[in-house]
């Protein structure tokens, strides 16, 4: 016999009325049980999961349930019964009344000997010449046109009042016209070895058993599709499954790697091509965006395909890919783990006038779109780019803080700076209200006063290279919880313009590692016009954007228009509302079936849109199942917190991650050098015990010391 592979079963809506018998092939096994006010079944057969999806939603069993006290299979009462068909009513009744704890399992297989026996039978009635056996003549004909196959039909119970409730309810189902009670029930206690020969043995039968001895139970093929109902979802407890409205023909990337597999078990794939031309993920909270990022992050870096960095405001991306990689990542966050990088500084070119340019130029962009500084402010643009010449004609290296204290100087008159060019600029800067320079100092405080800021971008304490070296990854943790929304945004647009300003300046060497640039909560930083600068022309500089987000009203037209034409490859996961109407239109041909798709897509599942890269290239949208990244997922990021030389108290205290009392005792020992728990105590009313248990968790953190007289110290 050839192998059978067992799938639960959930029927399609729109449901269309069918039984397994129509499809699944001889022999089948089929099992519906009811547990927890649930209908569950399984379907056991030699067709791939492919050709089932046809007609019903399958997936992998996990096997029945094995536990049952009672069954009882069903037999002939009357021998002559066995030659007749049985009239089967109304399953789909008689399912809804199963009682909890009960199953009906049956097996269907072919057994040519049976139509042998009923030959047989046949000739013998047919000599006679009563009326009713040329009636039952008759009926066997029809019976033998229609292909009669054997049937191992069993109820199974934990309780043995349901077995017999179970039992009354499908004998009135069962009709053999001429007899009365043709049918019934031998019960038994279930045996384990019994058992599990049933669930894995079709039914056979002799020639000589069928005609002299027990008979076993036997229906046409009309009969048993009667008996054995795929369930109907609008009148049973049964999870339903959605039909398959797209196309099943996945991306031809033989050289690509595994994101996961459609509705029918085929295999998706992509490659690095289709990320270099963009990639964009939308979906709604908890639809699988994050599990995907993570995917495509852990490929690319297994694949050594170039340098990925990750883009992450609230950190459970960035957290877990950085502990996945552990000493392979760079792993940033604001409080916890801090590098400095330093956006102002001068790239490496062969010109120092082509490098101080592409600075300022960068320079402005970050006023104009992280600082919103309007187009009218020439007074104020002209201040910061006199105070970046000035900078630059001292250092290389300046930094936020070093630009904010030079206008502090330009304005009070007290910068030193020689040559008649100056002298003239100083003159005229003396001019300008004292309001420009408001201005331009007041977009420069935050990063330049701000102690968690000034520590980011104060310098550089880690080399350009590892933003641009194959197979590193980089993942960024922006801390919105810790440092804010503020703060969070300038972190994340000041490291995307670093990256920016790298790719540019290394422009027309011979070495371009590709940058993968994964960006999760894009809406947070998609109105830096940069963005859409990138979306259209970073290609040609080797840095590639992968953007993930909930849903659309989240950006801007012009910036989601942006996004739409200039990315190659989408992942849409499930949506709602107002984005089914806008997205489903990506692809005209299929907009009526992704209109039907996109709100019910299960969690992890996403409709993959890849543009075709020649005129031989067709693809249509196509479902996925996308692989789940437990391993990385699971993944724990370990850090022992450390203060850095510029930390201060104040930074901790904007955090979200001390308590009160904790805040309090921080306070007290770095303002005093130590503190006595005692008196902190007195001061916040808090018994003895939580003060210690405060000050441990500090100095585990090791954020303090405690000594042996009671008293923590800095």
């Known amino acids: 016999m050839a192998k059978l592979f067992l799938y639960t079963v959930n029927p399609k809506v729109p449901y269309e009325e069918r039984g397994f018998a129509s499809f699944a092939g001889l022999p089948f096994f089929v099992m519906y049980e009811k547990r927890g006010g649930r209908l569950s079944v399984n379907l056991a057969t030699m067709l791939s999961r492919q050709s089932l999806l046809r007609f019903i939603g399958v997936k992998e069993s996990e096997g029945v349930h094995t536990d049952y006290a009672f069954w009882a299979r069903l037999l002939y009462r009357k021998k002559h019964a066995f030659f007749q068909p049985v009239e089967v009513l109304d399953m789909q009744s008689f399912l809804s009344l199963l009682p909890e704890g009960t199953a009906l399992a049956l097996w269907a297989a072919p057994e040519p000997r049976l139509i042998s026996s009923h030959v047989y039978h046949l000739d013998k009635i047919q000599t006679r010449r009563a009326?009713?056996?040329?009636?039952?003549?008759?009926l066997i004909r029809e019976k033998i046109k229609n292909t009669p196959v054997l049937v191992d039909l069993r109820l199974l119970s934990l309780d043995y009042e349901k077995l017999k409730t179970a039992e009354g309810a499908l004998l009135d189902r069962l009709v053999v016209h001429g007899f009365s009670?043709?049918?019934?029930?031998?019960?038994?206690?279930?045996?384990?070895?019994?058992?599990?020969?049933?669930?894995?043995?079709?039914p056979s039968s002799s020639f000589w058993k069928m005609v002299f001895g027990k008979k076993p139970f036997n229906l046409t093929l009309d009969g048993l599709e009667r008996l054995a109902p795929v369930p109907d979802p609008s009148v049973l407890p049964i999870e339903p499954?959605?039909?398959?409205?797209?196309?099943?023909?996945?991306?031809?990337?033989?050289?690509?790697?595994?994101?996961?597999?459609?509705?029918?078990?085929?295999?998706?794939?992509?490659?690095?091509?289709?990320?270099?031309?963009?990639?964009?993920?939308?979906?709604?909270?908890?639809?699988?965006?994050?599990?995907?990022?993570?995917?495509?992050?852990?490929?690319?870096?297994?694949?050594?395909?170039?340098?990925?960095?990750?883009?992450?405001?609230?950190?459970?991306?960035?957290?877990?890919?950085?502990?996945?990689?552990?000493?392979?990542?760079?792993?940033?966050?604001?409080?916890?783990?801090?590098?400095?990088?330093?956006?102002?500084?001068?790239?490496?070119?062969?010109?120092?006038?082509?490098?101080?340019?592409?600075?300022?130029?960068?320079?402005?962009?970050?006023?104009?779109?992280?600082?919103?500084?309007?187009?009218?402010?020439?007074?104020?643009?002209?201040?910061?780019?006199?105070?970046?010449?000035?900078?630059?004609?001292?250092?290389?290296?300046?930094?936020?803080?070093?630009?904010?204290?030079?206008?502090?100087?330009?304005?009070?008159?007290?910068?030193?700076?020689?040559?008649?060019?100056?002298?003239?600029?100083?003159?005229?800067?003396?001019?300008?209200?004292?309001?420009?320079?408001?201005?331009?100092?007041?977009?420069?405080?935050?990063?330049?006063?701000?102690?968690?800021?000034?520590?980011?971008?104060?310098?550089?304490?880690?080399?350009?290279?590892?933003?641009?070296?194959?197979?590193?990854?980089?993942?960024?943790?922006?801390?919105?919880?810790?440092?804010?929304?503020?703060?969070?945004?300038?972190?994340?647009?000041?490291?995307?313009?670093?990256?920016?300003?790298?790719?540019?300046?290394?422009?027309?060497?011979?070495?371009?590692?590709?940058?993968?640039?994964?960006?999760?909560?894009?809406?947070?930083?998609?109105?830096?016009?940069?963005?859409?600068?990138?979306?259209?022309?970073?290609?040609?500089?080797?840095?590639?954007?992968?953007?993930?987000?909930?849903?659309?009203?989240?950006?801007?037209?012009?910036?989601?228009?942006?996004?739409?034409?200039?990315?190659?490859?989408?992942?849409?996961?499930?949506?709602?509302?107002?984005?089914?109407n806008r997205l489903k239109s990506i692809d005209p041909d299929f907009e009526q079936a992704l209109g039907t798709v996109l709100s019910y897509l299960p969690k992890g599942a996403c409709v993959l849109f890849c543009q075709p890269r020649s005129i031989a290239e067709s693809f249509s949208p196509v479902m996925v199942q996308v692989d789940h990244e437990r391993e990385v997922e699971e993944a724990e990021l370990r850090l022992i917190p450390k203060r850095t030389e510029e930390a201060d108290v104040k930074d901790f205290f904007a955090s979200a991650r001390f308590s009160p009392l904790e805040q309090a005792i921080l306070y007290e020992a770095f303002e005093n050098g130590e503190v006595e728990l005692i008196a902190v105590g007195v001061k916040k009313g808090v018994k003895r015990g939580e003060l210690e248990r405060a000050a441990k968790k500090l100095a585990a953190a090791g954020f303090v010391t405690l000594s042996k007289k009671g008293k923590s110290s800095s």
Request: proline residues 4%; contains cysteine; charged residues 20%.
């Open 241 to 580: 499954s959605r039909g398959l409205p797209l196309p099943d023909l996945p991306p031809h990337r033989p050289n690509g790697f595994r994101i996961g597999e459609t509705a029918t078990g085929r295999e998706v794939r992509i490659d690095e091509g289709d990320l270099e031309r963009h990639c964009y993920i939308i979906g709604a909270t908890g639809s699988g965006k994050t599990n995907a990022l993570r995917l495509i992050a852990r490929k690319l870096i297994e694949r050594n395909a170039g340098a990925v960095v990750v883009l992450d405001p609230h950190g459970e991306l960035a957290d877990t890919i950085a502990a996945f990689f552990g000493e392979r990542a760079l792993y940033f966050h604001p409080t916890l783990s801090p590098f400095s990088v330093n956006p102002l500084k001068l790239p490496k070119l062969s010109s120092s006038d082509q490098a101080r340019l592409l600075a300022l130029s960068n320079l402005m962009e970050m006023f104009t779109k992280v600082f919103w500084l309007g187009e009218n402010a020439v007074f104020v643009k002209y201040i910061l780019q006199n105070a970046m010449n000035a900078l630059y004609e001292k250092t290389d290296e300046p930094t936020f803080s070093d630009v904010y204290h030079t206008i502090l100087a330009l304005r009070d008159g007290t910068l030193q700076l020689s040559g008649s060019d100056w002298d003239a600029k100083l003159k005229f800067l003396q001019s300008i209200q004292q309001t420009s320079f408001v201005s331009a100092l007041s977009r420069l405080e935050l990063l330049a006063t701000n102690k968690v800021l000034r520590r980011v971008f104060s310098g550089q304490t880690v080399d350009d290279s590892v933003f641009l070296e194959r197979g590193r990854i980089v993942c960024i943790n922006a801390g919105l919880s810790e440092v804010g929304a503020e703060a969070s945004y300038l972190i994340m647009a000041g490291f995307l313009m670093k990256l920016w300003y790298l790719v540019t300046a290394r422009y027309g060497s011979k070495e371009k590692t590709p940058v993968f640039v994964i960006i999760d909560e894009f809406q947070r930083i998609a109105d830096l016009s940069q963005v859409d600068v990138m979306l259209s022309e970073a290609r040609k500089y080797g840095l590639h954007l992968i953007l993930a987000h909930q849903h659309t009203g989240q950006l801007g037209e012009g910036i989601l228009k942006s996004v739409f034409s200039n990315t190659s490859m989408k992942m849409v996961f499930r949506i709602n509302g107002d984005d089914v």
């Open 181 to 202: 009670f043709p049918l019934a029930f031998k019960e038994a206690r279930v045996k384990t070895p019994e058992l599990l020969k049933f669930l894995s043995t079709p």
């Open 131 to 138: 009326a009713h056996y040329a009636r039952n003549a008759q």
